[in-house]
T-cell receptor, first 113, second 110 residues
Framework: KAGVTQTPRYLIKTRGQQVTLSCSPI?????VSWYQQTPGQGLQFLFE???????NKGNFPGRFSGRQFSNSRSEMNVSTLELGDSALYLC????????????FGPGTRLTVL | GQNIDQPTEMTATEGAIVQINCTYQ??????LFWYQQHAGEAPTFLSY????GLEEKGRFSSFLSRSKGYSYLLLKELQMKDSASYLC???????????FGTGTLLAVQP
């Protein structure tokens, strides 16, 4: 069974630009969660999508948004990039509920210059 | 508020046993996860506790006390490849939101 895939793996952008990251979950998984990982803050929850609906949201500004498609693939978008958005963005997929293990993708390393 | 605490760094010797502690205060509790993350890689699942007690899985064991808001991960017969960051995470609601601690960086020395 293929694991969680994320594209692109690396991105360099400049302040003010926007970026779209993609995540393909494990086949059969309907829940996709996104996390931001930085050295100082650790892993922080961005949002979770289940059956094309945002089911939960973390404490991030509205510049961070996402969506999920009918095949469970998910995208997240960050608009008006700031230097502080430089981070590793991880997506995780799971079957459905919070009792299920989450499987992480390799992440997208975003650098904002 | 929601808070998860773990030691920042630990050092242990190859072949030894190490215990990594995690304390948590969250608004809800559905279960506690431990993940391992090697530098530059994605976190990988190690264990999941939902009831009090010890869960054993090979060289790794995890313990949970819900009344004390406390868990630990026990690694036995340490190997050099166990050098990694160990993340404690709590699932607290009906959805898949995980609250992570900042992780414990374990260095295994020869």
């Amino acid at each position: 069974k293929a694991g969680v895939t994320q594209t692109p793996r690396y991105l360099i952008k400049t302040r003010g630009q926007q970026v779209t990251l993609s995540c393909s979950p494990i086949s059969g998984h309907r829940s996709v969660s996104w996390y931001q990982q930085t050295p100082g803050q650790g892993l922080q929850f961005l949002f979770e999508y289940f059956s094309e609906t945002q089911r939960n949201k973390g404490n991030f500004p509205g510049r961070f948004s996402g969506r999920q498609f009918s095949n469970s693939r998910s995208e997240m978008n960050v608009s008006t990039l700031e230097l502080g958005d430089s981070a590793l963005y991880l997506c995780a997929s799971s079957l459905a509920s919070s009792y299920n293990e989450q499987f992480f993708g390799p992440g997208t390393r975003l650098t904002v210059l | 508020g929601q808070n998860i605490d773990q030691p920042t760094e630990m050092t242990a010797t190859e072949g030894a046993i190490v215990q990594i502690n995690c304390t948590y205060q969250t608004s809800g509790f559905n279960g506690l996860f431990w993940y391992q993350q090697h530098a530059g890689e994605a976190p990988t699942f190690l264990s999941y506790n939902v009831l009090d007690g010890l869960e054993e899985k090979g060289r790794f064991s995890s313990f949970l006390s819900r009344s004390k808001g406390y868990s630990y991960l026990l690694l036995k017969e340490l190997q050099m490849k166990d050098s990694a960051s160990y993340l404690c995470a709590v699932s607290g609601g009906a959805t898949n939101k995980l609250i992570f601690g900042t992780g414990t960086l374990l260095a295994v020395q020869p």
